[in-house]
C-alpha cells in the first residue's frame, strides 16, 4: 500500500504544478492521470491477491 500512497502523491505533485505552471498545465494534468491509473492497478492487483488466498474458515 506504500506503493499506491508514493504513486497518488505523484498525482498530487503533478496537479500542483498544474495550477501554477499555464504552459505546461494540459501536460502535466495528463501525467497526473497517468500516476493515478497507475495506482488504480496497484490496487486493484492488491485486492485481487487477497481475494486469491483461501479464507482459513
Known amino acids: 500500500m506504500d506503493k499506491v500512497q508514493r504513486l497518488?502523491?505523484?498525482?498530487?505533485?503533478?496537479?500542483?504544478?498544474?495550477?501554477?505552471?499555464?504552459?505546461?498545465?494540459?501536460?502535466?494534468?495528463?501525467?497526473a492521470e497517468y500516476w493515478d491509473h497507475l495506482a488504480n492497478l496497484e490496487l486493484s492487483s492488491h485486492f485481487q491477491q487477497c481475494n486469491a488466498i483461501p479464507s482459513a474458515n
Open 8 to 31: 497518488r502523491a505523484m498525482s498530487s505533485l503533478c496537479r500542483q504544478q498544474a495550477a501554477y505552471n499555464s504552459m505546461n498545465k494540459w501536460k502535466l494534468l495528463a501525467e
